[in-house]
């Protein structure tokens, strides 16, 4: 039974965990940075099996559209938090998922 939960339950932990790292962090550096330097480490993470999987030129056209998206979102999700805290920032901002699904069922 708590296995069947342990992974839901330490993405739960991470995800807490580094909403308020990033709270630390922003303390000393500017939301903006914080988001490049987060970005620089994801992005040379999925480079390289890109690289050696040999990615065709579709999935990296895909892969720098995700990479803009999460770079606009995330500047501003870092920088609510920076504004209001992460007791604050972090449950406003994960309201979106209800309401795409009520959207989503009310529009078929």
């Known amino acids: ?3 069947d939960a342990a992974p839901a339950l330490s993405t739960a932990f991470i995800w ?4 308020i ?4 962090f922003m303390r000393r550096i500017k939301p903006i940075t914080v988001n490049f330097l987060r970005m620089l480490y994801a992005s040379t993470a999925l480079l390289i099996p890109a690289i ?3 990615f065709n030129v579709g999935a990296v ?3 720098l559209s995700g990479l803009l998206s999460l770079a606009i979102g995330d500047s501003l999700y870092l920088m609510s938090i920076n504004y209001s805290g992460v007791s604050v920032a ?3 901002s994960y309201t979106y998922i209800p309401i795409t699904v009520l959207l989503a069922t009310l529009l078929g």
């Open 16 to 19: 807490a965990w580094a909403s």
């Open 90 to 92: 972090a449950p406003v």
């Open 21 to 24: 790292t990033y709270g630390d």
């Open 52 to 54: 050696l999987l040999r």
């Open 1 to 3: 039974m708590i296995i």
């Open 61 to 63: 056209w895909g892969s």
